[in-house]
Structure formats: structure tokens, C-alpha cells
């Protein structure tokens, strides 16, 4: 992506599995009237196959790829609340994307909620909660990559707890941090 390409600044939500990246999103969408981008959606869609089988068959590598080339799509539109996946900022390029094109939002809960979580949203979700993780999405190995992934997560302007609140209070912080930006004024 060029300097400025991008028409309005997106709101990029950023963080590990289970800390309500998706749903808070869409009401943040709702609350903002913007258009919503849940990557791991456009992953599979485009693929043609769920994450799981991506990972099985073509490797993170290429996972890692396809969710770099969305983002950067994501990024030259502008003006959406987009869902990263939790690797996303793990890579260094995505970062400089991001904080070139928008507001980063890192959303964040303890270990125990996450995996709380993840294992009460399996049976409606159908499939592995997350090739790096499982199906039980241990709370050892979520530690593991919280810490593994702090540094990547640090660049998210705003942080916002939401282990004890519900997604309606996560969107309202949300667009709350967005409007106390500097970005809301270049997004008229």
C-alpha cells in the first residue's frame, strides 16, 4: 500500500481468539453505520475451505500470505471495521499497514477467560477452534502465545478490557476511542 491511498481510515481490531474481536466488531459497524470485514471469513472464502483445512493442506505460510493480501485490500478501501485474525500483527509489514491506514484497537482478556471462551463458542462454531490451538484451547499454550505476541500486539493505540463486558460495552469503548482519535476527523 502507498502513502494515502486509502479514501478513510479504518478501525482494525486486533488480539488473540475469544476476545471478541467478531462480534464487538459488528456492533462497532452498527453503532458507526461501516462497513464490517471479519478477515478469517474472507480467508475462507476466498480459499474455498475452512482455516483448519488451509493450515492442513497449504501450510501457515501461505495462511499468513492470504491474510497480509486482505489486509492490504482492506487498507485501500478504508472507512471498515475489520476483525484481524490474531496473527495478523505478527508480522511486521501488517503492523506498518495498519498504523498507516487506521486506529488499532487491541482487545484483551486473561487466559482463563479466553479459553472460557473458545470452549463454550466450539459447538456452535462446528469445527477446531484455531489450527495453533486446538480444541481445547489450553490455557498454558494460551499464555505461550499472549506472551509470544505481546510485542506484535503493542502497537494498538487503545487497549480495551473485555473480560467483564458485553460486546455492546466493548463497541461503545470502541467507538468511543475512535471519536477521542485524531482519525474521526479525517473520516467526514
Known sequence: MTESTASKPNIYLIGLSGTGKTRSGRRVAELLGWPFVEMDGVIED???KPIPRIFEENGED???DLESQ?????AERGGRIVSTGGGVPIRENNRSIMEASGLIVRLAA???V???RLVSSAPQR???????LGDDAPIEKLRI???EREDAYSVAS???????KSHDEVAEAISGAWLASGFAESNV
Open 46 to 48: 476466498r480459499a474455498g
Open 62 to 64: 501461505y495462511f499468513r
Open 70 to 74: 486482505i489486509l492490504e485490500e482492506a
Open 110 to 112: 486473561s487466559p482463563e
Open 114 to 116: 479466553i479459553h472460557q
Open 126 to 132: 462446528g469445527r477446531t477452534l484455531r489450527p495453533l
Open 145 to 147: 502465545m499472549l506472551a
Open 158 to 164: 487503545v487497549t480495551v478490557d473485555t473480560e467483564h
